[in-house]
């Protein structure tokens, strides 16, 4: 008699990327495949200091449990720099700390989906997000981007033809994992749709603070009047992520809901690390370590894309960020990054093959690369690599005899 | 037009113990209505020099993400030392770092419980279970219990009645909120039937190292021979809560399916909690913080009970736990504790009443102590206060009209 589990179960599976990271973890390999924060900014020394510190000033409190909404001199720090910085009006009083991101996206399909009600989301879209709504079962519906954003016909076309969605989840700023920002006018039309269906929208803005150029746009949550949005930031991408704190900024009475779910959860996150960070927060100045990783990232981006406009056959476009981690490639249709992907790991250099950020699939011609990782001479040598590989199986594609042995 | 939340919305509400837990934060309020270990206990000098030493020998790995699994030499050890202590055989590759058992709960609900499968737990059983569960909208049978545990007779019969048990819950250690603890025979008599019946068992095991007395007993895992035993392990009550490590132990399949879903969730549990916590292991010797927690419990708890002893009327029955956090008290069955609770607000003296830990309701005449916060002479003073209401309630109870005067 094999355990019964529950039909989530059926449809959930694997991340192709933890899959992928797996083989990428050889040293010899230049990975452009995961998304993880370049190490070497991380505020090891600092961070001593801040430990014994936080443990001298309130040790005792800092190891034992505290409240499900988070360390309040944090709440309040990220409701002050929200304002400040995003122009949101936000209380500390709706704050809520997470677990990272990942727990928010969690949160929130938890209070918002029953099986078969539907996500919109952008098309392609981040896959972790897609893993998170998973498990409550939901249809997903992809709505077309352009590089302006969501093009805003198509979502009006779905919310006019679909009765049960409850959730549109869209990245506005350096989209994961397209590399692409919304304009300002496409950000406004959005929130005017989302006004007149009264649909809760979780922005979810990691990348917001790594612009390299240009000026920042307002935060949806900043353009809601309604408390439809829900804004999850996270200190992972500006700080370091494996302490895992992260937070949630909603309006009542979501906020109410994600506060009792994310109790029967986990309770509350680490009263240390969140207690490490304020007193980090009290004693460094963060904008100075976010402005020499948005300085290291925006020279990494640089040397990527220079590389690949040279490395690359023309028939290869991509995407070139202002901001963030990642940019993103199209290939031919008939190209699948799946193979491409076979061929440059026997090469030692990896990215991830773009199918898995479409929730419905049936788009094989995209891969992402990361740039925020490897240093700037193995970024040339990688994208000579990816090159190599490209041109051969564009040339193969080309030529029919090729193209019928390859299949 | 309102938000459409999810239909598990309906049912969940805030937990009673976290209302009850904002008003005994007064300094005035002698509480014995949370479960929190005796922060005294806590090794705050330690954890200054395990702080230090974690960063300055892995810094950039505690701060950078991890595998979902976790840190491991913290599963190493964990698995080491339940297979010396308890006699179990379990290998560091099945077990699975979370964050706190609360997040254990809910990982197990998600991957195991559609709506309307059906939950056996002991009758009480611990609520912050509950809570976990009711997300996925089962149905929660209780299945009475006597001092040695589970009634046998009483879970057959409903295995046998009921298609869709999807899962056994169950606290054979120092029950939260019983304070019991399971006999060997009921032991091996359970696991005889979760062998015939092959139904999923967690076992959570917050309080097994805190007996104070008498013989460990063979952990439900450790008699395990089909994989179906979940166990639940936490180092929250014998080193501290505040940085919510804690793990699972579990065979395939379930374990697979428990990592898939704790992926979805938060990724993985803070990287620097876990290096910190494998710090303290090698460099300190737990078992001598466990013994020290174990004395000034076994303390409290002779003094709390010879205090109920001397203060309680005869009516009133209790359980004499010998190990664990918890003891549990009944009253004549028409004395409804929510109501004797309000008056021993009133007198600054705190508990939580029984009502909660019963899923389907119904039963109003039993109340919760905890004896691991208070120092001996507040407990004292604290039980000889709620031995005064006590008396007062039975008093009136007796007496007609004040009985009516009072509906």
Chains 1, 2 share one sequence.
């Not at 929200?82 to 990942?102: D, F, W, Y």
Request: proline content about 6%; charged content about 25%; aromatic content about 8%.
């Amino acid at each position: 008699m094999a355990i019964q589990f529950a039909r989530r179960m059926d449809t959930l599976k694997a991340s192709d990327i933890r899959e992928i990271l797996k083989v990428t973890q050889r040293p010899e390999m230049i990975s452009f495949a995961g998304g993880l924060p370049a190490p070497e900014f991380f505020p090891v020394e600092e961070m001593k200091h801040v430990a014994t510190r936080t443990l001298s000033e309130g040790g005792r409190q800092a190891l034992q449990y505290s409240t499900t909404e988070g360390h309040p001199p944090l709440r309040r720090w990220i409701a002050e720099r929200m304002n400040t910085r995003m122009g949101a009006a936000v209380t500390p009083e709706r704050i809520l700390i997470t677990s990272g991101s990942q727990q928010g996206l969690d949160l929130i399909g938890k209070i918002l989906l029953d099986e078969g009600d539907v996500v919109l989301c952008e098309s392609p879209t981040y896959l972790g997000a897609v893993n998170a709504f998973q498990a409550y079962r939901p249809v997903f519906m992809e709505v077309p981007t352009d590089d302006h954003g969501m093009v805003i016909e198509e979502l009006e076309k779905r919310l006019a033809e679909n009765r049960r969605v409850k959730l549109i989840y869209v990245i506005p700023d350096f989209q994961n994992p397209s590399g692409r920002t919304w304009s300002l006018e496409r950000r406004e039309q959005f929130m005017e749709l989302v006004r007149r269906w009264q649909i809760p929208v979780i922005e979810d803005n990691p990348y917001g603070d790594l612009r390299f150029e240009g000026e920042a746009l307002p935060a949806l949550k900043a353009l809601d009047r309604d408390g439809l949005v829900v804004m999850l930031g996270t200190f992972s991408k500006i700080f370091c992520p494996g302490m895992r704190v992260a937070w949630l900024a909603a309006e009542s009475p979501i906020f109410e809901k994600v506060v009792l779910v994310k109790q029967g959860s986990d309770l509350h996150t680490s009263t240390l690390g969140q207690m490490q960070l304020a007193t980090y927060l009290e004693m460094y100045n963060l904008e100075d370590n976010i402005a020499q990783i948005r300085n290291a990232y925006r020279q990494r981006r640089d040397v990527m894309v220079a590389a690949m406009e040279q490395e690359f056959p023309p028939e290869v476009t991509f995407t070139r960020p202002q901001g963030g981690m990642f940019l993103w490639v199209e290939l031919p249709a008939h190209i699948n990054t799946r193979t491409v992907l076979q061929r440059c790991l026997e090469r030692n250099v990896a990215f991830v093959p773009g199918g898995s950020f479409f929730p419905n699939g049936g788009k094989e011609n995209f891969f992402r690369l990361n740039y925020s990782t490897m240093p700037e001479d193995r970024i040339r040598e990688g994208i000579a690599r990816i090159g190599a590989v490209l041109r051969e199986a564009l040339a193969e594609s080309a030529s029919p005899d090729l193209a019928a042995a390859s299949q």
